[in-house]
């Protein structure tokens, strides 16, 4: 028999081939922009043939909706990932949901336990080879061909040729199904106020030569709009948007750092406009392959520098990541989160991210909570989570104690929720029963946030804030007895939490620190603290400085002056006094070199000390 003899004899209209599954059998069927529509109409069209058969898919797009009552005898839907098309369907319970991780699925369909009927998937065209592509879905679509008894593809000229793991010879369809529709657009969303915000603070997270995994979405396309002067950024990710095609044309994408396939972008899928499904046409520098290769943890953790980032309906102070469910009403699914988040906390350099807005329900309802909703599950487990973002900030919980994760996950709260959750902390004993109010969060400059080079070495520097405390003792306690004499004229021996809550608890205004931190694998570090304190009846305020012993000599101290000077000349801050023994000669060319900064300086000396008084002028540089 001849090739175009072979290709003919599995051509079969829509309708006679779905005829072919037999009833009470499990049918996958490829989603997202894979989903086979005209395969899908015809099972609506012929459902008299069937009894009882399962649906299964990750994430099926159009509108055909096969749950409905005319079909309730005939099969029964069972989402991996529930879509928004068939979420209320899930809650009223006319479909089901399978909780389980994407890396897994492809073994699901290779047990015995878990016969195929059938699958339904939708593929390029063969080329001369008689190879046909999965295009923009190969995820568990090959698995479902490998497993299920009989296999219906639908040919789509629209559907692009793509590398990797997607091609699939012609032989191993049973039957044909030649159908050209255009495949689904999923538009990037226009940019907005909350989820920019929170993309910026993630795209301080993200180093040249990270390795990102992302998604589809607000904050993923507001992510890759951060990320336009970044270099050399690598893909491995399950799915993808416009956005990185945009920076792959851009050269901010080079996939040059990674070492699961050097020089090309992995996923398992992707949607978007024909912009993309263009672009990778037959692009080698895109690769798709299967979830139990693409999601595999240990796979992902091979990359350097690994950077995922994931999405949350809800999280509890204690750090329980809540992320298929609004309370008992399943919403999406688990989909990627813990495999990513586990191959990226186990990456060298690797940081696993869960970002959000704050509020839900038009600002009425707090996605911080004190206890997840009756009902909602823990995706993510308080004991795998790393970082949390929101519009407000960013909350680093891993390795730290149940009182300093409610204390950051408060930080970065909405503002109106702050105080409710701050009680709810303390009459659950997380905190302690003395912790400050949040109140003056809402003044946090932000705009003082940067990183600074000192000796060719970066650091962070920005002002203090009270999810500091640990940090600030952890300073403390490593500062010799020498350098705590100079700061405070005699050697304390401790800074309890009384103390440090209170040195943390600045209003950014009258009482103002700033600090320059070593970026740590786990935790930053504070090594060079500045801070000026004042009553507001006073025409000055008082101020002092001290840096690690490691760190002096590298600038910190004039960077830390100089920065604080200018801040406190914003606030409309006259005077700025401070004093030093009369032999610490670092403190008076530290001052010395104010001289060169527009301040009125004036000092005076007697036996012990040195005091000096500084009039901020107008014409402040900045």
């Known amino acids: 028999m001849t090739w175009n003899q072979r290709k003919t004899s599995k051509l079969i209209s829509a309708r006679e081939a779905v005829k072919k599954i037999p009833p009470g059998g499990r049918i996958v069927v490829g989603g997202g922009a894979g989903t086979p529509m005209a395969l899908m109409r015809a099972l609506c069209e012929e459902s008299s043939a069937f009894r009882d058969n399962e649906l299964i898919h990750i994430m099926l797009l159009g509108d055909l909706d096969i749950t409905k009552d005319a079909y309730q005898d005939n099969f029964r839907d069972n989402s991996l990932f529930i879509g928004s098309n068939l979420r209320q369907s899930v809650q009223k319970g006319l479909a089901d949901y399978t909780p389980i991780f994407l890396s897994e699925i492809p073994r699901l369909f290779a047990s015995t336990s878990f016969p195929l009927s059938a699958a339904l998937v939708s593929v390029s065209p063969p080329d001369k080879n008689g190879m046909c592509s999965l295009g923009v879905s190969v995820d568990i679509n090959r698995a479902a061909i490998e497993h299920a008894q009989i296999v219906i ?22 039957y044909v199904v030649e ?18 915000k929170i993309g910026q603070h993630i795209s301080k997270l993200i180093p040249d030569g990270a390795v990102l995994q992302l998604g589809i979405g607000g ?35 080079t ?17 978007g406009t024909n912009e993309l499904y263009e672009f990778i046409h037959q692009n080698p520098l895109f690769e798709f392959y299967p979830t139990d290769f693409v999601n595999d943890p240990f796979i992902i953790s091979q990359n350097e520098k690994m950077i995922s980032i994931n999405s949350a ?14 309370g008992s009403k399943f919403f999406s699914g688990i989909g990627g989160q813990v495999d990513f988040v586990r191959g990226a906390s186990r990456s060298k350099g690797g940081k696993s991210i869960i970002a959000f807005p704050s509020t839900a ?8 909570v004190g206890q997840l909703s009756p009902g909602a599950g823990v995706v993510t487990s308080r004991g795998d989570v790393h970082y949390i973002v929101t519009e407000y900030g960013v909350a680093y919980l891993h390795g730290k104690t149940i009182r300093q994760r409610a204390i950051e996950l408060i930080h970065i709260s909405h503002p109106k929720f702050r105080d409710e959750l701050l009680e709810f902390v303390k009459d659950n004993h997380y905190v302690h029963f003395d912790q400050k109010s949040f109140k003056q969060l809402k003044s946090y400059p932000e705009s003082y946030e940067r990183k600074v080079k000192f000796k060719d070495k970066e650091f962070i520097f920005r002002p203090l804030k009270m999810t500091d405390e640990r940090r600030l003792q952890d300073f403390f306690y490593s500062l010799s007895k020498e350098t705590l004499y100079h700061r405070f004229f005699k050697i304390p021996e401790s800074l309890p939490h009384e103390a440090a809550q209170r040195l943390v608890n600045v209003d950014y205004d009258r009482n103002m620190a700033m600090v320059i931190l070593e970026p740590g694998q786990f935790e930053d570090k504070i090594v060079a603290v500045a801070r000026y304190s004042g009553s507001p009846t006073d025409p000055y305020v008082d101020y002092t400085s001290v840096v690690k012993e490691d760190y002096q000599q590298m600038g910190m101290g004039s960077y830390l002056t100089q920065m604080i000077f200018q801040y406190a000349r914003e606030k409309g801050i006259p ?3 401070s004093k030093a023994y009369a032999n610490n000669e670092m403190a008076k060319k530290m001052f010395e070199n104010m001289r060169d900064q527009s301040i009125k300086f004036q000092s005076r000396i007697d036996e012990e000390y040195i005091y000096f008084k500084f009039v901020l002028q107008s014409d402040f540089p900045t």
Request: charged share 25%.
């Open 361 to 368: 329900k038009n600002g009425t309802v707090s996605r911080i």
């Open 153 to 174: 593809a639908q040919v789509n000229r629209n559907m692009p040729q793509t590398f990797g793991q997607s091609l699939v010879p012609y032989s191993a369809f049973d």
């Open 313 to 326: 309906l809800q999280v509890d102070l204690t750090g329980q990541v809540c992320a298929d469910s609004i």
């Open 219 to 253: 904050i993923p396309d507001a992510v890759l709009r951060n990320l336009r002067e970044a270099n050399d950024l690598g893909i491995h990710t399950e799915t993808f948007s416009d956005g990185v095609v945009e920076l792959m044309k851009r050269g901010n994408i």
């Open 575 to 577: 005077e700025i006094r």
């Open 179 to 196: 159908s050209d529709e255009p495949l689904p657009i999923v538009e990037s969303l226009a940019s907005e106020g909350v989820t920019e």
């Open 255 to 271: 996939n040059s750092t990674k070492k699961v396939l050097k020089g090309r972008t992995l996923s398992a899928l992707t949607f």
